[in-house]
């Protein structure tokens, strides 16, 4: 009995190469179909466009050669020349110099010998804390240097507090405080610039009034020579209510 088949022919040697084929294909087909435009013909209207052709007419350019200028109409050249002897005869004008000059300068010469050198007194502040002889207060005469330094600060204590009062429109305000007051005893024994600190004017108005009380005393000295002495003395105004 012989088989149907042909045992030759292998139906699925070229299966996979056909498939691919005919996969492409029916992508192609489909591609062209969902690509494909339809268009409604009533709505399309396709008119004639008739364009008619201008003609410009070219202007030829002409070059016009323009004349040229005439001439400048010649210069006449007069020859006039005068031949003028030289008989003046011209002064030179000297002109001096008005600077004065090294010798003019020097009027008179000056001897070293006749230069006088006068001793200009040096105007020196001295605190008190420092100052070899403290200013003498009156009624501080006749004691040692630490006596009379030790005298002059209970006698100026004793001065603020004979002339010290307190000013009613600081009362009357409730002003009260320290007031730090500095002042300066001249080479002649007054005192002057005197200088406040305070909490409020009031006080530094009085405080100033009472160190411009204090009275002229012995100039204090440095090296021999009187100086002028700077002072610092604190005044407190305190007041009790009662």
């Known amino acids: 009995m012989k088989p149907k088949k042909n045992p030759k022919l292998e139906i699925g ?5 056909y498939f691919a084929i005919g996969l492409n294909l029916m992508l192609l087909l489909s591609w062209r179909m969902l690509e494909f435009k339809t268009y409604e013909r009533d709505v399309v209207s396709i008119d004639v466009l008739d364009v008619e052709s ?4 070219e202007i030829p350019i002409v070059d016009q050669i323009a004349p040229p200028p005439p001439p400048p109409p010649p210069v006449a050249i007069q020859e006039n020349v005068q031949i003028v002897e030289d008989t003046d005869e011209v002064e030179e004008t000297i ?10 300068a020097i009027a008179e010469v000056v001897e ?14 001295v605190a ?3 100052i ?3 200013p003498i207060f009156p009624g501080c005469e006749g004691m040692s240097k630490a006596k ?3 005298c002059f600060q209970k006698k100026m204590q004793e001065h603020v507090v004979k002339h010290f009062t307190y000013p009613q429109a600081a009362l009357d305000l409730g002003i ?3 007031v730090s007051v500095i002042f300066t005893i001249d080479s002649k024994g007054y005192v002057s610039g005197i200088r406040s600190r305070g909490p409020d004017k009031i006080l530094e108005k009085e405080a100033e009034r009472i160190i411009g009380l204090v009275p002229k005393m012995k100039p204090g000295k440095q090296r021999g020579k009187p100086v002028k002495v700077s002072y610092a003395v604190p005044i407190f105004f305190k007041y009790q209510e009662g």
Do not use: C, H, P, Y
């Open 54 to 57: 201008e003609v410009e007419e």
């Open 132 to 134: 070899e002889d403290v």
């Open 13 to 17: 040697r070229n299966s996979s190469l």
């Open 176 to 178: 009260q405080g320290r």
């Open 148 to 150: 009379t330094k030790a």
């Open 128 to 130: 008190f804390a420092v």
């Open 95 to 104: 002109i001096e110099s008005t600077e004065a000059t090294q010798d003019d």
């Open 112 to 125: 070293v010998d006749d230069i006088e050198v006068e001793e200009v007194e040096e105007d020196v502040e």
